[in-house]
């Protein structure tokens, strides 16, 4: 079945240490996104790629890195300069090209503790 | 760029109440406008979008209205279910705008 996968689930890490989470879609999308998301914040965008080896900072992409080598894949690195990163992280994909409707990851919560 | 202003929740309502949810959205050019939604320790599904002026999206019920001469996609549905429990999001995107831009989310409760 077609669709996006983000593993893991749940992640817990110590503060100060680097985190990456996984993102893989097999949609044949160009474009992928990375959202955060808190308690009645909604759906903050961090880093959103539109095509290979291309990406941009969205709204808070302070203390997030991101990559794009591969179509089918956008992970996410949570680093130690984030300085609240336990939240709910969600991954996106589309078709691209002025063509918005996104398809969703199950998300992982990552807790810092 | 595009905002996005979604009725305050929580909302809560008896199982075969009528459901409305407003929401009012600022976009440059003619977006399309999409209502996901989010059940519990998920991800976010596409509820219904609508691509053009005057469109209706639909799905499971439920039934929204693209109103350009207002910038409204109110969501609406006829009778609620207690399985309609979940967060719903109001989003514009999609033409000049390649990305889709998220109201804050209106939490439905429904009550047997």
């Known amino acids: ?21 996984s993102c893989e879609q097999n949609l044949n999308h160009d474009a992928m996104y990375w959202y955060r998301q808190d308690p009645g914040q909604g759906l903050r965008l961090i880093y959103y790629s539109q095509i290979v080896n ?26 130690s300069a984030q300085k609240n990163p336990t939240a709910f992280y ?8 002025g063509r918005a409707e996104a398809f969703f990851g199950q ?3 990552l807790t810092v503790v | 760029g ?11 309502l008896s199982e075969e109440a009528f459901l409305t949810i407003n929401c009012t959205y600022t976009a440059t050019g003619y977006p399309s406008l999409f209502w996901y939604v989010q059940y519990p320790g ?11 002026a005057d469109d209706k999206g639909s799905n499971k019920g439920f039934e929204a209205t693209y109103r350009k001469e207002t910038t409204s996609f109110h969501l ?9 429990s979940a967060v719903y999001f109001c989003a514009p995107g999609g033409g000049s705008n390649y990305k889709l831009t998220f109201g804050k989310g209106t939490l439905l409760t429904v009550n047997p």
């Open chain 1, 1 to 21: 079945d077609g669709g996006i996968t983000q593993s893991p689930k749940y992640l817990f890490r110590k503060e100060g240490q680097n985190v990456t989470l």
């Open chain 1, 54 to 79: 291309d990406f941009q900072k969205g709204d808070i992409a302070e203390g997030y890195s991101v990559s794009r080598e591969k179509k089918e894949s956008f992970p996410l690195t949570v680093t």
């Open chain 1, 90 to 97: 969600l991954c996106a994909s589309s078709l691209g090209q």
């Open chain 1, 107 to 109: 998300g992982t919560r």
């Open chain 2, 2 to 12: 595009d905002s996005v202003t979604q009725m305050e929740g929580p909302v809560t």
């Open chain 2, 42 to 52: 998920e991800g976010l599904q596409l509820l219904l979008k609508a691509t053009k």
């Open chain 2, 76 to 84: 609406e549905k006829g009778s609620v279910q207690v399985s309609d």
